[in-house]
């Protein structure tokens, strides 16, 4: 058995044995190279090596977990108990043959990590709902944002919607909350994105001479004086951390984004700390045609600084 992974674009151009070390830290070199010496390691269906580069869109395949090292096994998380499949189940907003869709709350990590046991990952072992095959992952949502998070029921969807998402053939639409109000209603953001030096890849800056090009729109729908603004974000590209970064790039951090907006991206007067931004909506063909259209309801702490801060979304925004 083998499972699939798509390369996303802050994943592009990187070498294939640095994505495992990034997204399977327990998985060891040598495991990589042996698999690459018996065929097993695969990019987009052909034998690779570990030095090859990926980009994005192309489908990695590596072995099962099983049929990793012992010392790669051990590592590994015990068995769900009953209340984190009651937990996993929880998250469904939407369940067809091809997907399932979940509402992530703020907090959970979309993959693990040295030290993070609890992610989406590891819970989705609980919703195969009787299919043969384990769901997988297609895109990512930061730690701290919350919404709409979409997985693949079958290795053949997961390179569907793999396609959909590098070709930029998606709707996503994130709701969140602005420091101050921007001075245009509605304004395009293109700043290209790099990672910042000495951060470990942890932290992404805008860099004009290195930067890899990122474009977002930015709709206000309220505000709060001139204090907060609720806007829409849409991603027109797909760059790690992209609106966090392009939002504090323009002198409005998102409320809550400590990471890159400093003590100034923090509401006094009794509105959560926690970071503001939503993955609300996401729109997206399927395999067998039709469109999938889903929206997620927002979480507890950024409904209730809405409603602390007399805030709406406009009729194009709800």
């Known amino acids: 058995?083998?499972?699939?992974?798509?390369?996303?674009?802050?994943?592009?151009?990187?070498?294939?044995?640095?994505?495992?070390?990034?997204?399977?830290?327990?998985?060891?070199?040598?495991?990589?190279?042996?698999?690459?010496?018996?065929?097993?390691?695969?990019?987009?269906?052909?034998?690779?090596?570990?030095?090859?580069?990926?980009?994005?869109?192309?489908?990695i395949t590596l072995p099962e977990a099983d049929d990793r090292p012992p010392r790669a096994r051990a590592r590994e998380s015990p068995p769900l108990s009953p209340d984190e499949e009651a937990f996993a189940r929880s998250l469904v907003l939407h369940r067809s043959d091809h997907a399932l869709v979940l509402n992530k709350p703020p907090g959970l990590a979309t993959q693990g990590g040295t030290g993070t046991m609890a992610h989406v990952d590891r819970l989705l072992e609980a919703l195969r709902f009787g299919a043969r095959e384990r769901p997988r992952l297609v895109h990512r949502l930061d730690r701290d944002t919350s919404g709409v998070l979409l997985v693949a029921r079958s290795a053949r969807a997961a390179a569907f919607f793999s396609q959909r998402f590098a070709q930029?053939?998606?709707?996503?639409?994130?709701?969140?909350?602005?420091?101050?109000v921007p001075r245009l209603p509605d304004l395009r953001v293109e700043l290209p994105i790099a990672r910042q030096p000495g951060t470990g890849g942890e932290k992404m800056q805008v860099d004009e001479a290195r930067g890899s090009p990122a474009v977002s729109r930015i709709r206000v729908m309220d505000r709060a004086g001139d204090r907060v603004a609720f806007a829409e974000l849409r991603p027109i590209t797909g760059r790690t951390h992209q609106l966090r970064v392009h939002a504090a790039a323009i002198g409005h951090p998102i409320v809550g984004d400590g990471k890159y907006g400093g003590r100034a991206a923090f509401l006094t007067g009794g509105v959560s700390r926690k970071l503001h931004l939503h993955a609300r909506r996401l729109v997206i063909d399927l395999p067998e045609g039709g469109r999938l259209d889903v929206t997620a309801p927002l979480p507890a702490h950024f409904a209730q600084s809405l409603e602390l801060l007399g805030l709406e979304p406009d009729s194009e925004g709800a």
Do not use: C, N
């Not at 930029?168 to 101050?180: E, F, N, P, Q, V």
């Open 1 to 59: 058995m083998s499972r699939a992974f798509t390369v996303e674009e802050a994943d592009d151009g990187i070498r294939l044995d640095r994505w495992v070390k990034r997204h399977l830290p327990d998985v060891p070199f040598v495991a990589v190279a042996k698999w690459a010496r018996t065929g097993r390691l695969r990019l987009d269906g052909a034998p690779a090596r570990p030095g090859d580069r990926i980009h994005a869109g192309q489908t």
């Open 168 to 180: 930029r053939d998606t709707r996503k639409i994130y709701w969140a909350l602005l420091m101050g």
